[in-house]
């Protein structure tokens, strides 16, 4: 029994990353392929490019492991990378790029003038985030940000088509 795919993945912004992120990560993204909606090929390749990534995984634990050591050195770096591009796609998603275009102006003209007035306030958050902690969870807001986007918005609509037969 097939049922329809979901409306993101009938996008070709939502096809891509569902490819680029079962390409890069399949451990995590072939998990998104188990309910009914996925062929049962589709479903099988996902698991069989599963299982040789985590075979080249181990085949290549050693050099891997050797460049991990260099990696480590710029962590704060790659969770700052991915803390912004995070909070750009969920602009993203969640506003027309005119409202983006907008927004970008009045953040230059209105609010850029005056922010040196209460940057004395926020010398807390520089030691906030030099803590490792900190660094490490700065991903998970936004992150689970998406992950409402899809519930608020049929929360939204459900309420509006009760609004309106009311």
């Given at each position: 029994m097939n049922l329809a795919k979901p409306t993101d993945l009938q996008t070709r912004r939502g096809r891509f990353f569902f490819w680029v992120g079962l390409v890069i990560l399949p451990v995590f993204w072939v998990w998104w392929m188990r309910p009914?909606?996925?062929s049962h090929v589709e479903r099988r390749a996902g698991w069989c490019w599963t299982w040789i990534y985590l075979k080249l995984l181990l085949y290549f634990h050693e050099p891997v492991g050797s460049g991990v050591q260099a990696a480590l050195q710029g962590w704060q770096v790659v969770f700052f990378w991915i803390t912004l591009v995070l909070w750009l796609w969920l602009a993203l998603r969640l506003f027309r790029l005119?409202?983006?275009?907008f927004g970008y102006i009045v953040l230059g003209e209105v609010v850029t003038p005056v922010i040196h007035l209460y940057l004395p306030a926020f010398k807390w958050l520089a030691a906030l985030l030099a803590s490792p902690a900190a660094l490490i969870l700065m991903p998970v807001l936004p992150a689970v940000l998406h992950l409402l986007v899809v519930p608020v918005r049929e929360w939204r609509q459900g309420r509006r088509m009760m609004t309106e037969a009311a």
């Amino acid at each position: 029994m097939n049922l329809a795919k979901p409306t993101d993945l009938q996008t070709r912004r939502g096809r891509f990353f569902f490819w680029v992120g079962l390409v890069i990560l399949p451990v995590f993204w072939v998990w998104w392929m188990r309910p009914p909606y996925f062929s049962h090929v589709e479903r099988r390749a996902g698991w069989c490019w599963t299982w040789i990534y985590l075979k080249l995984l181990l085949y290549f634990h050693e050099p891997v492991g050797s460049g991990v050591q260099a990696a480590l050195q710029g962590w704060q770096v790659v969770f700052f990378w991915i803390t912004l591009v995070l909070w750009l796609w969920l602009a993203l998603r969640l506003f027309r790029l005119d409202q983006i275009f907008f927004g970008y102006i009045v953040l230059g003209e209105v609010v850029t003038p005056v922010i040196h007035l209460y940057l004395p306030a926020f010398k807390w958050l520089a030691a906030l985030l030099a803590s490792p902690a900190a660094l490490i969870l700065m991903p998970v807001l936004p992150a689970v940000l998406h992950l409402l986007v899809v519930p608020v918005r049929e929360w939204r609509q459900g309420r509006r088509m009760m609004t309106e037969a009311a």
